[in-house]
Protein backbone atom coordinates (compact mmCIF):
# COMPACT_ATOMS: atom_id res chain seq x y z
CA UNK A 1 0.00 0.00 0.00
CA UNK A 2 1.53 3.46 -1.08
CA UNK A 3 2.99 4.84 2.02
CA UNK A 4 1.69 8.72 1.38
CA UNK A 5 1.19 11.09 4.55
CA UNK A 6 -2.93 12.18 4.82
CA UNK A 7 -3.59 15.67 4.82
CA UNK A 8 -5.53 17.10 7.89
CA UNK A 9 -9.16 17.44 7.94
CA UNK A 10 -11.40 19.48 10.33
CA UNK A 11 -13.91 17.76 11.97
CA UNK A 12 -18.26 18.80 11.45
CA UNK A 13 -19.17 17.24 14.39
CA UNK A 14 -20.22 20.24 15.87
CA UNK A 15 -20.97 22.92 12.84
CA UNK A 16 -24.07 24.72 12.92
CA UNK A 17 -26.56 24.22 10.50
CA UNK A 18 -27.50 26.67 7.78
CA UNK A 19 -30.83 27.12 6.05
CA UNK A 20 -29.74 24.80 3.04
CA UNK A 21 -29.32 21.73 5.45
CA UNK A 22 -32.57 21.79 6.88
CA UNK A 23 -34.23 22.64 3.66
CA UNK A 24 -32.48 19.16 2.07
CA UNK A 25 -33.38 17.05 5.15
CA UNK A 26 -37.25 18.36 5.25
CA UNK A 27 -37.28 17.75 1.09
CA UNK A 28 -35.13 14.62 1.20
CA UNK A 29 -37.30 12.61 4.64
CA UNK A 30 -40.27 13.81 2.80
CA UNK A 31 -39.29 12.55 -0.68
CA UNK A 32 -38.40 9.12 1.05
CA UNK A 33 -41.32 8.70 3.20
CA UNK A 34 -44.09 9.75 0.53
CA UNK A 35 -41.97 7.56 -2.15
CA UNK A 36 -42.17 4.73 0.38
CA UNK A 37 -45.66 5.25 1.41
CA UNK A 38 -46.33 4.80 -2.63
CA UNK A 39 -44.47 2.02 -3.45
CA UNK A 40 -46.74 0.26 -0.26
CA UNK A 41 -49.90 1.20 -1.89
CA UNK A 42 -48.84 -0.07 -5.44
CA UNK A 43 -47.63 -3.69 -3.73
CA UNK A 44 -50.98 -4.10 -2.48
CA UNK A 45 -52.33 -3.64 -6.09
CA UNK A 46 -49.52 -5.76 -7.30
CA UNK A 47 -48.38 -3.51 -9.65
CA UNK A 48 -44.61 -4.14 -7.56
CA UNK A 49 -43.81 -7.98 -6.88
CA UNK A 50 -41.06 -9.72 -5.37
CA UNK A 51 -39.89 -8.96 -1.74
CA UNK A 52 -40.37 -5.02 -0.93
CA UNK A 53 -38.94 -3.47 2.76
CA UNK A 54 -40.26 -0.31 3.63
CA UNK A 55 -37.76 2.42 4.96
CA UNK A 56 -40.78 4.43 6.73
CA UNK A 57 -39.59 5.90 10.16
CA UNK A 58 -35.95 5.23 9.31
CA UNK A 59 -35.37 8.56 7.29
CA UNK A 60 -32.99 10.13 9.72
CA UNK A 61 -30.74 7.54 9.23
CA UNK A 62 -29.37 8.25 5.58
CA UNK A 63 -30.15 11.80 5.30
CA UNK A 64 -28.68 12.77 8.44
CA UNK A 65 -25.72 10.88 6.70
CA UNK A 66 -25.35 12.81 3.63
CA UNK A 67 -25.66 15.73 5.02
CA UNK A 68 -22.51 14.80 7.18
CA UNK A 69 -20.49 13.84 4.42
CA UNK A 70 -19.23 15.25 0.92
CA UNK A 71 -18.82 14.17 -3.01
CA UNK A 72 -17.23 10.82 -3.65
CA UNK A 73 -18.15 9.19 -0.43
CA UNK A 74 -19.11 5.78 -0.62
CA UNK A 75 -22.39 3.75 0.44
CA UNK A 76 -23.42 0.44 0.45
CA UNK A 77 -26.48 -1.46 2.10
CA UNK A 78 -28.44 -4.07 2.82
CA UNK A 79 -31.88 -4.89 1.06
CA UNK A 80 -33.62 -1.95 3.04
CA UNK A 81 -32.28 0.05 0.14
CA UNK A 82 -34.98 2.35 -1.74
CA UNK A 83 -34.46 5.67 0.20
CA UNK A 84 -30.25 5.52 0.32
CA UNK A 85 -30.45 6.27 -3.57
CA UNK A 86 -33.42 8.92 -3.14
CA UNK A 87 -31.34 10.94 -0.69
CA UNK A 88 -28.43 10.75 -2.28
CA UNK A 89 -30.14 12.30 -5.44
CA UNK A 90 -31.00 9.91 -7.98
CA UNK A 91 -34.00 10.24 -10.02
CA UNK A 92 -37.39 8.67 -8.52
CA UNK A 93 -38.45 7.56 -11.72
CA UNK A 94 -35.34 5.68 -11.90
CA UNK A 95 -36.11 4.06 -8.58
CA UNK A 96 -39.94 3.69 -9.36
CA UNK A 97 -39.08 2.09 -12.63
CA UNK A 98 -37.20 -0.24 -10.76
CA UNK A 99 -39.90 -1.09 -8.09
CA UNK A 100 -42.05 -2.35 -11.21
CA UNK A 101 -39.08 -4.45 -13.22
CA UNK A 102 -39.04 -1.81 -16.33
CA UNK A 103 -36.05 -1.24 -18.19
CA UNK A 104 -35.98 2.13 -17.07
CA UNK A 105 -35.07 1.08 -13.53
CA UNK A 106 -31.67 2.09 -11.82
CA UNK A 107 -31.01 -1.62 -12.30
CA UNK A 108 -32.19 -2.11 -15.81
CA UNK A 109 -35.33 -3.52 -13.97
CA UNK A 110 -33.66 -6.44 -13.69
CA UNK A 111 -32.69 -6.46 -9.51
CA UNK A 112 -36.04 -4.86 -8.24
CA UNK A 113 -36.71 -3.47 -4.54
CA UNK A 114 -33.61 -5.46 -3.39
CA UNK A 115 -30.58 -4.66 -5.54
CA UNK A 116 -30.53 -1.07 -6.64
CA UNK A 117 -26.91 0.71 -7.63
CA UNK A 118 -26.24 3.91 -8.70
CA UNK A 119 -22.60 4.10 -9.79
CA UNK A 120 -22.93 7.79 -10.48
CA UNK A 121 -24.47 8.84 -7.13
CA UNK A 122 -20.92 6.57 -5.34
CA UNK A 123 -24.54 3.93 -4.32
CA UNK A 124 -22.93 0.67 -4.55
CA UNK A 125 -26.11 -1.63 -3.39
CA UNK A 126 -28.76 -2.88 -2.17
CA UNK A 127 -28.24 -6.71 -1.33
CA UNK A 128 -30.14 -9.34 -0.68
CA UNK A 129 -27.96 -11.81 0.99
CA UNK A 130 -28.11 -10.94 4.73
CA UNK A 131 -24.81 -9.39 5.82
CA UNK A 132 -22.88 -9.81 2.50
CA UNK A 133 -22.32 -6.07 1.97
CA UNK A 134 -20.44 -6.02 5.13
CA UNK A 135 -17.21 -7.29 3.91
CA UNK A 136 -17.94 -5.59 0.34
CA UNK A 137 -17.81 -1.85 2.54
CA UNK A 138 -14.70 -2.98 4.05
CA UNK A 139 -13.29 -3.74 0.50
CA UNK A 140 -14.63 -0.32 -1.05
CA UNK A 141 -12.81 1.67 1.79
CA UNK A 142 -9.43 -0.32 1.18
CA UNK A 143 -9.70 0.47 -2.27
CA UNK A 144 -10.60 4.42 -0.63
CA UNK A 145 -7.72 3.95 1.37
CA UNK A 146 -4.98 3.00 -1.08
CA UNK A 147 -5.66 5.21 -3.71
CA UNK A 148 -5.54 7.98 -1.06
CA UNK A 149 -8.89 9.36 -2.04
CA UNK A 150 -9.41 10.92 1.38
CA UNK A 151 -13.23 9.91 0.95
CA UNK A 152 -14.74 7.48 3.29
CA UNK A 153 -17.54 4.66 3.00
CA UNK A 154 -20.57 3.98 4.83
CA UNK A 155 -21.65 0.59 5.18
CA UNK A 156 -25.26 -0.04 6.86
CA UNK A 157 -26.34 -3.24 8.06
CA UNK A 158 -29.08 -4.18 10.03
CA UNK A 159 -29.64 -5.46 13.88
CA UNK A 160 -29.69 -8.97 12.42
CA UNK A 161 -26.74 -8.95 10.16
CA UNK A 162 -24.55 -8.11 13.38
CA UNK A 163 -24.60 -12.45 14.54
CA UNK A 164 -22.79 -13.56 11.36
CA UNK A 165 -19.40 -14.04 10.95
CA UNK A 166 -18.64 -12.05 8.26
CA UNK A 167 -19.44 -9.15 10.66
CA UNK A 168 -16.87 -9.89 12.67
CA UNK A 169 -13.91 -10.45 10.03
CA UNK A 170 -15.05 -7.18 8.65
CA UNK A 171 -14.63 -5.16 11.78
CA UNK A 172 -11.70 -6.80 12.53
CA UNK A 173 -9.47 -6.04 9.52
CA UNK A 174 -10.86 -2.97 9.22
CA UNK A 175 -9.44 -2.04 12.55
CA UNK A 176 -6.03 -4.04 11.77
CA UNK A 177 -5.65 -1.71 8.37
CA UNK A 178 -7.12 1.33 9.82
CA UNK A 179 -9.65 0.97 6.79
CA UNK A 180 -11.38 4.33 6.24
CA UNK A 181 -15.41 2.29 6.87
CA UNK A 182 -18.01 3.61 9.45
CA UNK A 183 -20.48 0.82 10.06
CA UNK A 184 -24.15 1.65 10.76
CA UNK A 185 -25.95 -0.59 12.54
CA UNK A 186 -29.16 0.47 11.97
CA UNK A 187 -31.18 -1.17 15.09
CA UNK A 188 -35.06 -1.14 14.31
CA UNK A 189 -35.50 -3.70 16.90
CA UNK A 190 -36.33 -6.44 15.33
CA UNK A 191 -34.20 -9.26 12.83
CA UNK A 192 -37.46 -9.73 10.88
CA UNK A 193 -40.18 -10.65 13.61
CA UNK A 194 -37.28 -11.49 16.58
CA UNK A 195 -36.67 -8.73 18.81
CA UNK A 196 -33.30 -8.15 19.81
CA UNK A 197 -33.71 -9.25 23.44
CA UNK A 198 -34.44 -12.28 21.88
CA UNK A 199 -31.12 -13.10 19.96
CA UNK A 200 -28.28 -12.09 22.23
CA UNK A 201 -27.43 -11.28 25.99
CA UNK A 202 -25.73 -7.89 24.58
CA UNK A 203 -28.56 -5.85 23.16
CA UNK A 204 -26.39 -2.36 23.52
CA UNK A 205 -24.88 -3.48 20.08
CA UNK A 206 -22.50 -0.76 19.76
CA UNK A 207 -20.45 -2.59 22.33
CA UNK A 208 -19.55 -5.12 19.95
CA UNK A 209 -17.44 -2.95 18.04
CA UNK A 210 -15.61 -1.91 21.30
CA UNK A 211 -13.85 -5.76 21.58
CA UNK A 212 -12.11 -4.63 18.24
CA UNK A 213 -10.70 -1.29 19.65
CA UNK A 214 -12.60 0.42 17.52
CA UNK A 215 -14.80 3.81 18.88
CA UNK A 216 -18.53 2.90 18.88
CA UNK A 217 -21.21 5.02 20.13
CA UNK A 218 -25.04 4.56 20.36
CA UNK A 219 -26.96 7.35 18.31
CA UNK A 220 -30.33 8.17 18.75
CA UNK A 221 -31.14 8.12 15.11
CA UNK A 222 -34.75 9.50 15.32
CA UNK A 223 -32.93 12.67 15.57
CA UNK A 224 -31.86 13.72 12.45
CA UNK A 225 -28.91 16.20 14.02
CA UNK A 226 -27.68 13.89 15.92
CA UNK A 227 -26.96 11.33 12.99
CA UNK A 228 -25.63 14.21 11.42
CA UNK A 229 -23.18 14.73 14.31
CA UNK A 230 -21.88 11.16 14.72
CA UNK A 231 -21.11 10.74 11.10
CA UNK A 232 -19.39 13.77 10.81
CA UNK A 233 -17.42 12.89 13.68
CA UNK A 234 -16.60 9.45 12.56
CA UNK A 235 -15.56 10.73 9.05
CA UNK A 236 -13.68 13.22 10.91
CA UNK A 237 -11.34 10.30 12.51
CA UNK A 238 -11.29 7.99 9.15
CA UNK A 239 -10.10 10.78 6.84
CA UNK A 240 -7.43 11.60 9.21
CA UNK A 241 -5.65 7.94 9.03
CA UNK A 242 -7.42 6.76 12.79
CA UNK A 243 -9.73 4.08 10.95
CA UNK A 244 -12.98 3.13 11.32
CA UNK A 245 -15.97 3.55 14.03
CA UNK A 246 -18.91 1.83 14.63
CA UNK A 247 -22.17 3.54 15.29
CA UNK A 248 -26.03 1.84 16.46
CA UNK A 249 -28.33 3.80 14.76
CA UNK A 250 -31.28 3.24 17.71
CA UNK A 251 -34.60 3.67 15.03
CA UNK A 252 -37.20 2.09 14.22
CA UNK A 253 -39.54 1.40 11.04
CA UNK A 254 -43.54 1.61 11.27
CA UNK A 255 -44.18 -0.82 8.71
CA UNK A 256 -43.35 -5.09 8.91
CA UNK A 257 -39.96 -6.24 8.05
CA UNK A 258 -41.60 -5.87 4.13
CA UNK A 259 -44.57 -6.23 3.11
CA UNK A 260 -45.71 -9.50 3.76
CA UNK A 261 -45.57 -9.14 7.58
CA UNK A 262 -47.96 -7.71 9.53
CA UNK A 263 -46.02 -7.18 12.71
CA UNK A 264 -48.14 -8.84 15.01
CA UNK A 265 -45.24 -9.31 17.44
CA UNK A 266 -45.11 -5.60 18.71
CA UNK A 267 -48.01 -3.81 20.35
CA UNK A 268 -49.99 -0.72 18.99
CA UNK A 269 -48.22 1.50 22.31
CA UNK A 270 -45.09 0.77 21.45
CA UNK A 271 -45.60 1.58 17.43
CA UNK A 272 -47.43 5.02 18.84
CA UNK A 273 -44.40 5.78 21.20
CA UNK A 274 -41.79 5.74 18.42
CA UNK A 275 -44.58 7.58 15.69
CA UNK A 276 -44.53 10.55 18.87
CA UNK A 277 -40.73 11.22 18.32
CA UNK A 278 -40.93 10.95 14.25
CA UNK A 279 -38.00 11.93 12.48
CA UNK A 280 -39.61 14.57 10.39
CA UNK A 281 -41.97 16.11 12.45
CA UNK A 282 -39.30 16.80 14.51
CA UNK A 283 -37.49 18.63 11.52
CA UNK A 284 -40.32 20.05 10.77
CA UNK A 285 -40.61 21.64 14.48
CA UNK A 286 -37.11 23.01 13.57
CA UNK A 287 -37.93 24.56 10.64
CA UNK A 288 -40.90 26.14 12.22
CA UNK A 289 -38.96 27.72 15.70
CA UNK A 290 -36.39 29.30 13.34
CA UNK A 291 -38.62 30.71 11.10
CA UNK A 292 -37.17 29.00 8.18
CA UNK A 293 -40.31 28.41 6.51
CA UNK A 294 -44.07 28.78 7.52
CA UNK A 295 -46.54 26.20 7.66
CA UNK A 296 -48.26 26.54 4.19
CA UNK A 297 -44.94 26.42 2.54
CA UNK A 298 -43.85 23.02 4.38
CA UNK A 299 -47.41 21.97 3.52
CA UNK A 300 -46.45 23.35 -0.31
CA UNK A 301 -43.33 21.56 -0.48
CA UNK A 302 -44.56 18.28 0.60
CA UNK A 303 -47.85 18.44 -2.29
CA UNK A 304 -45.21 19.22 -4.35
CA UNK A 305 -43.20 15.90 -3.26
CA UNK A 306 -46.48 13.86 -3.42
CA UNK A 307 -46.69 15.01 -7.11
CA UNK A 308 -42.80 14.28 -7.98
CA UNK A 309 -44.09 10.30 -6.84
CA UNK A 310 -47.05 10.27 -8.83
CA UNK A 311 -44.82 11.24 -11.83
CA UNK A 312 -42.38 8.61 -10.81
CA UNK A 313 -45.13 6.43 -11.28
CA UNK A 314 -46.48 7.45 -14.65
CA UNK A 315 -43.35 7.18 -15.94
CA UNK A 316 -42.90 3.41 -14.45
CA UNK A 317 -46.23 2.63 -15.71
CA UNK A 318 -45.46 3.97 -19.40
CA UNK A 319 -41.74 1.81 -19.43
CA UNK A 320 -41.45 -1.29 -21.11
CA UNK A 321 -40.30 -4.45 -19.52
CA UNK A 322 -36.66 -5.61 -20.65
CA UNK A 323 -36.63 -7.83 -23.70
CA UNK A 324 -35.83 -11.61 -23.16
CA UNK A 325 -32.39 -10.87 -24.63
CA UNK A 326 -31.45 -8.84 -21.71
CA UNK A 327 -31.21 -11.17 -19.68
CA UNK A 328 -27.66 -13.00 -21.03
CA UNK A 329 -26.48 -8.98 -20.91
CA UNK A 330 -24.19 -7.71 -17.50
CA UNK A 331 -23.74 -11.05 -16.73
CA UNK A 332 -20.16 -10.81 -17.36
CA UNK A 333 -17.76 -7.38 -16.98
CA UNK A 334 -15.54 -7.34 -20.35
CA UNK A 335 -11.88 -6.76 -19.97
CA UNK A 336 -8.72 -7.27 -21.89
CA UNK A 337 -6.83 -9.31 -19.97
CA UNK A 338 -3.44 -10.50 -21.31
CA UNK A 339 -4.44 -13.94 -20.09
CA UNK A 340 -7.47 -14.23 -21.96
CA UNK A 341 -5.92 -13.64 -25.25
CA UNK A 342 -5.60 -16.54 -27.72
Sequence with gaps: MPATKEKKVK?????????????????????????????????????????????????????????????????????????????????????????????????KGKGGSMHMFDKEK???????????????????????????????????LGDGALRIGAFHEAVNISMFLKLPVIFIIENNGYAMGTSVDRTSNVTELYKTGLSYDIPSEPVDAMNVIKVHRSVAKAAFRARNGEGPSLLEFRTYRYKGHSMSDPAKYRSKEELQSYKEKDPIEQVKKMILSKKILKLDELDAIDKNIKDQVKKSVEFSENSDYPSPEEAYNDIYVQKDYPFLRE
Excluded at 46 to 57: A, E, P, T, V
Excluded at 80 to 91: F, I, M, Q
Excluded at 125 to 154: D, R, W
Design 122 to 156: HFYGGHGIVGNQIPMGAGIAFSEKYNNTGNVCLTY
Design 11 to 107: SKSREEFDTTTYLYWIKSMLLMRRFEEMAGRLYGQQKIRGFCHLYIGQEACISGAVSALREGDKYITSYRDHAHPLALGTNPDKIMAELYGKVTGIS
